[in-house]
């Protein structure tokens, strides 16, 4: 007896980063339906522009990816954007920055298997939906009811730190992974909160930054406290010590001229005096 092989119809592949929709897609723009403050592009700018000599010496191969209001695909779904979460901004380590030659468009987790250390988003409410629990089930009528963004984090992503910054009263909690669930982190005694992986505390920092008035912003410090600065911030640094540095020049060349223009107003006796050697003042 002979057995006839048919054809099998096979599913179609996993979609990579090319073929979901990227940043700009209709997940980011349902997520921020109740509309972006102007605060988070500059925030996410001083996080990545602050942090990133810190990240290169922690990869010295520039295997590391950083994502600003970028999906995260972490199950497939249609429409696609429905399996996605967008934090405002997030850091994996030991990947490409680019794949296949190409600008990151999205993060595929069923693709690269490794998790961001952090994930963090800036509230502009009263952070309800970044708390949101709810887990992903199904209503009565079969509907599949969508998940919260923290239980996402916490129970299928299991990203090891995620914070949350509340724009609207300056205040930042940081969680950490532990046990199966995120633990509420306790700040240290600078008010920072200790990212080891990186190397780096995270915290509020008063001041301005581009043409934004003075204000709270998220900001990397090192572990000893050390505020982790911008390019802009090291640039007006350096402006800063040299000026400094040619301010002291003066001070010191016009001291010297002062005591020449004095010493000349002096008797032989009166330098003697003084233990000056005249031959030495020529």
């Given at each position: 007896m002979?057995?006839?092989l048919?054809?099998?119809?096979?599913?179609?592949?996993f979609?990579?980063h090319?073929q979901l929709?990227?940043?700009?897609?209709?997940?980011v723009?349902a997520?921020?339906?109740?509309g972006?403050?102007?605060q988070e592009h500059p925030?996410?700018?001083i996080?990545?522009?602050?942090i990133?000599s810190?990240?290169?010496?922690?990869?010295?191969?520039?295997?590391?990816?950083?994502?600003?209001?970028c999906g995260?695909?972490w199950r497939e779904t249609?429409?696609?954007?429905?399996?996605?979460?967008?934090?405002?901004?997030?850091?994996?380590?030991?990947?490409?920055?680019?794949?296949?030659?190409e600008?990151?468009?999205?993060?595929?987790?069923?693709?690269?298997?490794?998790?961001?250390?952090?994930?963090l988003?800036?509230?502009?409410?009263?952070?309800?939906?970044?708390?949101?629990?709810t887990p992903l089930s199904?209503s009565?009528?079969?509907?599949?009811?969508?998940?919260?963004?923290?239980?996402?984090y916490?129970?299928?992503?299991?990203?090891?730190?995620?914070g949350?910054y509340?724009?609207s009263?300056?205040?930042?909690?940081?969680?950490?992974f532990?046990?199966?669930?995120?633990?509420?982190?306790?700040?240290?005694?600078?008010?920072h909160?200790?990212i080891?992986?990186m190397q780096?505390?995270l915290?509020?920092?008063?001041?301005a930054?581009?043409?934004?008035?003075?204000?709270?912003?998220?900001?990397?410090?090192?572990?000893?406290?050390?505020?982790?600065l911008?390019?802009?911030?090291?640039?007006?640094q350096?402006?800063?010590e040299?000026?400094q540095a040619?301010?002291?020049?003066?001070?010191?060349?016009?001291?010297?001229?002062?005591?020449a223009q004095?010493?000349?107003?002096?008797?032989?006796?009166?330098?003697?005096?003084?233990?000056i050697?005249t031959?030495?003042?020529?």
């Amino acid at each position: 007896m002979t057995q006839t092989l048919t054809e099998t119809t096979l599913p179609p592949p996993f979609p990579d980063h090319t073929q979901l929709p990227e940043s700009d897609g209709t997940f980011v723009f349902a997520e921020r339906a109740g509309g972006k403050n102007f605060q988070e592009h500059p925030q996410s700018l001083i996080l990545t522009d602050s942090i990133n000599s810190t990240l290169q010496q922690l990869h010295s191969d520039g295997q590391y990816c950083i994502g600003q209001d970028c999906g995260i695909y972490w199950r497939e779904t249609d429409p696609p954007e429905k399996g996605a979460e967008a934090p405002d901004w997030f850091y994996v380590p030991d990947v490409p920055p680019k794949l296949d030659g190409e600008i990151r468009r999205s993060y595929v987790l069923w693709r690269e298997y490794i998790t961001p250390t952090i994930a963090l988003e800036f509230a502009s409410g009263d952070g309800s939906e970044e708390r949101d629990k709810t887990p992903l089930s199904r209503s009565a009528t079969g509907k599949v009811i969508k998940p919260g963004k923290f239980w996402v984090y916490e129970r299928v992503m299991r990203i090891p730190y995620y914070g949350i910054y509340q724009v609207s009263n300056g205040t930042l909690e940081v969680y950490h992974f532990a046990n199966a669930f995120y633990e509420k982190i306790t700040p240290n005694e600078r008010g920072h909160y200790p990212i080891t992986p990186m190397q780096v505390e995270l915290g509020l920092w008063q001041g301005a930054f581009l043409n934004n008035p003075e204000q709270l912003w998220l900001r990397w410090w090192d572990l000893d406290g050390n505020l982790l600065l911008t390019g802009q911030e090291k640039a007006q640094q350096e402006r800063q010590e040299k000026e400094q540095a040619l301010q002291q020049l003066e001070q010191e060349q016009q001291k010297r001229q002062r005591l020449a223009q004095r010493l000349k107003s002096l008797t032989p006796e009166q330098l003697q005096a003084l233990g000056i050697d005249t031959e030495m003042l020529g």
